[in-house]
């Protein structure tokens, strides 16, 4: 009978958009119902804001709300109610496994959405499986991963149209995948009886505006004060804002070398190797470098971290998902720098996998966190401009 | 021999500390907490009541000395002392570049407090995040830092501090700062202080203290014992109506409850006891735990219906909830006849005009006793809600009498080295009442003088040291 109560209440809970008891989103909502009413942190990020337009948390606005928070930590070290205080709250660390949760429930297909849960195993079997794929697809080509290549070509070893089939449907899929998983998100945290269509068009562009500015300035690591977030504990830094930046460009100017390269290659009919100072190999190598320097620095950052922010538990997703942006730049790098010895060919083979392990888990790791942070941020921008619907006697 | 000792690891410990250490002078912190808890009621706070004559980052508009003097006058009812509280006021005005220089930083008001834009300046993260800006630019600049290391009697000669004990450790220095707190945790003392009511009930036993259990008034009770000159009376304190089920310590701002004049409040009795709408809520909320205080029990419920819902700031516990008046006098465990009589009486007598909650409105009581005189609208609207309310203790007034130079006075005259700052001397500007921010302002202020002053008698009787050294 007692069960029957539970699971009446639990189904009518979620009927309403509640959240299930004993779940992360309840311990958000439990979290933010004390936030709400304290307020202190408003002036740190959007999160707390946003959080004030409401009175009760259901599940969508728990979502939104945890994949507004970057996880900065300002919350944490400035609140009253922290451990050890009795009300046990701490915004990022229950925020972290609300987005976990989130990366799980919208990821598409659903099946696959488990990846998420034991990541730091999902990476290394992609790892593993792509470098021994590689290696037997070398030998089996060339028999040996050990000569000098005539001509300094990679083709030779793995002919462009054969790298183009491998590589192009894992990267289609993996844009598919996480285009539908953010799409499933945004259709659930946009209730749409927000607010009428009219005053929402009117503040499309402008919105659209703020937030691709808060995700390219990664404004709130900025702690609010523009000094910083934390990281060993309660003292601001900028270094996690700076060596993000360095990674997420750095990233960007590698996608931008293979994009012209590609450019290159099928509309002028140049093809690669390229060297310096071609386009390509620039952006490649400023962006590889670039890649190298803030993974590591995020790297050291993460192990240096104050134990109580974010999620343990996560911690393979986030260094394993760092570690093979690190090792996908080093190879690359690698591989230009021996290009022409007889080491290039093993080289090949390692960065081929480190990429090909990147894209198979791209929609499955920590990557999705700027996909859907992007979009709780696009959100936020909206619902600012909009009216709130409160009364609160004094705001 | 350290040269000045700061006793206390609160706003003005630190703002001590911070002072003396600027100025030279070698400086030991004795925080009775563990780091955890450090900071005393300071990390409750979140602003500082600023005077300016013209907009200041983030206040607008302007808040002169005479203004903020009159503010004050009005809610201590005369209990101040206009020479040091003017002396709090501009020092209010000018000290925010210095705390900024320490790493507090400012915003505009939080949604909810719009009605102190003009008058505060609100710390970015609250108190907490104060707190640990100091810390950690008082630890930059050498400041020596104890935790857990409350000190339990000072060694007093002719009005001289010698030295301080912790326990069997005796730490001497050449000048001390206190700043430790008031006794509001002391719930033995409050006890007696409150006595006991005409029901024979020892009201203070139902109290609960909204910020550390750290204040326990061990040195305000041993500086009394020492003949030092007091000023203020045990029983007041700041005292405001928070929801009943708010922890015992620590509890903080979360725990207030918003909603009293947008509804009636009833007794354990089921009856009303005080104008709800007498003026705006933050004008208010602090006389409500003396009255919830003076209710058999000590205990208050506040009632409304859903129109309030959205009206006021989100309490931190969900109200007890039901869809008829009797079902929540059932559900809070008031007998229900008696509670109807009382619900229906005042819905009776709402005279509704053009209800606004954010003006003095037209909408009141007529015939009843105790009035209802503004926002009276019936209560009528399923679903309802209920809290149950207790007196909250923020801070007590009880404290050390000093002057313009913070120094702690025995027979009336100063002494040459024992200063004091904070909750510990607060009863010399606010003898009662309470305005927003204006105890960070006093223990800023006096807080940064203790300092100044302490360094100045350290490093000067160093400098006597040493010439009688070098003489020698």
């Known amino acids: 009978m007692q069960q029957l109560d539970t699971l009446t209440r639990q189904a009518r809970a979620l009927a309403n958009g509640g959240v299930l008891p004993g779940t992360p989103e309840a311990e958000v909502a439990r979290q933010l119902q004390i936030c709400n009413a304290c307020r202190y942190c408003e002036g740190f990020c959007a999160v707390f804001p946003a959080m004030t337009r409401r009175l009760e948390f259901g599940k969508a606005d728990v979502h939104y709300l945890a994949n507004l928070c970057h996880n900065c930590g300002a919350c944490l070290h400035a609140c009253q109610y922290a451990p050890p205080h009795e009300f046990a709250v701490n915004v990022p660390q229950t925020m972290a496994k609300v987005r976990l949760q989130t990366y799980t ?98 503040v499309k562009t402008d919105a659209a505006m703020e937030a691709t500015h808060d995700v390219l300035r990664l404004k709130y690591l900025d702690g609010g004060h523009g000094e910083g977030c934390n990281n060993e504990g309660d003292a601001w830094t900028l270094w996690r804002r700076r060596f993000h930046h360095a990674t997420f460009y750095g990233f960007l100017l590698c996608f931008a070398a293979t994009s012209v390269a590609t450019l290159y290659h099928y509309l002028l009919g140049w093809v690669a190797p390229y060297d310096l100072p071609s386009l390509p190999k620039l952006l490649g190598a400023v962006g590889g470098l670039s890649l190298l320097v803030g993974t590591a620095g995020l790297f050291v950052l993460n192990l240096r971290r104050h134990p109580q922010h974010g999620d343990a538990a996560q911690k393979p997703m986030d260094r394993g998902f760092i570690a093979l942006l690190f090792f996908t730049s080093l190879t690359g790098l690698a591989l230009w720098l021996a290009r022409g010895t007889a080491a290039m060919p093993v080289l090949l083979a390692l960065h081929l996998a480190c990429v090909m392990a990147l894209f198979l888990t791209l929609p499955y790791g920590k990557f999705a966190h700027g996909i859907f942070r992007s979009a709780a941020l696009l959100k936020w921008a909206i619902e600012k401009r909009l009216p709130s619907q409160l009364q609160l006697g004094d705001d | 021999m350290i040269d000045v000792l700061v006793i206390g690891g609160g706003n003005a410990a630190l703002c001590a500390a911070l002072m003396a250490r600027e100025a030279g002078a070698s400086v030991l912190l004795l925080e009775a907490a563990p780091r955890e808890w450090r900071g005393g009621n300071s990390g409750h706070t979140r602003n500082l009541r600023c005077m300016h004559d013209a907009p200041q980052d983030v206040l607008v508009e302007a808040y002169p000395e005479e203004e903020y003097w009159q503010d004050l006058l009005k809610v201590t009812g005369g209990l101040t002392n206009e ?44 108190g907490k995040a104060l707190v640990n800006a100091y810390y950690r630019s008082a630890e930059k600049l050498g400041v020596q830092i104890r935790y857990q290391a409350p000190v339990d009697r000072l060694d007093i000669q002719d009005g001289r501090f010698v030295a301080a ?104 009795n089921a009856q009303r006891f005080y104008d709800e709408g007498e003026d705006f809520w933050p004008k208010r909320y602090a006389i409500w735990g003396r009255l919830v205080a003076q209710q058999p029990s000590q205990i208050g419920y506040s009632i409304i219906d859903s129109k309030a819902i959205g009206r006021f700031m989100p309490p931190v516990f969900p109200g007890v909830k039901a869809d008829s008046l ?17 619900l229906n009486g005042y819905n009776a007598a709402c005279r509704v005009g053009i209800f606004d909650h954010t003006a003095l409105d037209d909408c009141h009581t007529e015939g009843l006793a105790p009035a209802k005189t503004h926002w009276a609208r019936p209560i009528d609207t399923a679903p309802f809600y209920g809290y149950a309310l207790r007196p909250g203790i923020t801070f007590t007034y009880l404290g050390l009498k000093v002057n313009d130079q913070a120094a702690v006075h025995f027979g009336g005259a100063p002494s040459d080295n024992l200063f004091v700052a904070g909750e510990m001397m607060a009863g010399n500007v606010l003898g009662k009442g309470y305005t927003a921010g204006v105890g960070m302002s006093i223990g800023t202020a006096f807080g940064r003088i203790a300092g100044t002053q302490a360094a100045q008698v350290a490093m000067k009787s160093g400098a006597i040291v040493e010439k009688t050294r070098a003489a020698a």
């Open chain 2, 165 to 268: 004990c912790v326990g069997a450790e005796r730490i001497e220095a050449k000048a001390c700062v206190l700043a430790a707190g008031g006794f509001e945790s002391n719930r033995a003392w409050l006890r007696e202080a409150w006595g006991q009511n005409a029901d024979g009930e020892w009201p203070a036993d139902n109290f609960l203290i909204r910020g550390t259990r750290f204040n326990q008034g061990v040195l305000i009770k041993h500086m009394m014992e020492q003949g030092a000159d007091m000023i203020g009376d045990p029983s007041q304190s700041h005292c405001v109506a928070i929801d009943a089920r708010a922890p015992l310590y620590d509890g903080g701002i979360c725990t207030r409850i918003d909603c009293v004049s947008l509804g009636v409040v009833v007794n354990q």
């Open chain 1, 105 to 202: 429930d919208f990821a598409w297909p659903p099946s696959l959405g488990r990846l998420y849960q034991r990541n730091g195993l999902t990476l290394a079997l992609a790892v593993a499986g792509a470098l021994a794929f590689f290696m037997m697809f070398t030998l089996w080509l060339k028999d040996t991963l050990w000569r000098v290549p005539t001509p300094a070509d990679f083709y030779a070893i793995f002919p462009h149209n054969l790298l183009v089939a491998l590589f192009a449907p894992v990267f289609l899929f993996a844009v598919l995948a996480l285009a539908l998983g953010v799409r499933r998100f945004w259709r659930e945290v946009t209730p749409g009886q927000d607010a009428a269509a009219a005053a929402l068009a009117a």
């Open chain 2, 326 to 342: 009797s079902e929540l006098a059932q559900k809070l465990g008031l007998d229900v006849d008696t509670f109807m009589r009382t």
């Open chain 2, 83 to 126: 020479h040091l509280a003017r002396l709090t006021i501009r020092a209010s005005s000018t000290c925010r570049d210095w705390m900024r220089r320490h790493g507090v930083h400012f915003q505009p008001p939080l949604s909810g407090a719009l009605h102190v834009a003009r008058t505060n300046a609100f710390f970015m993260g609250g």
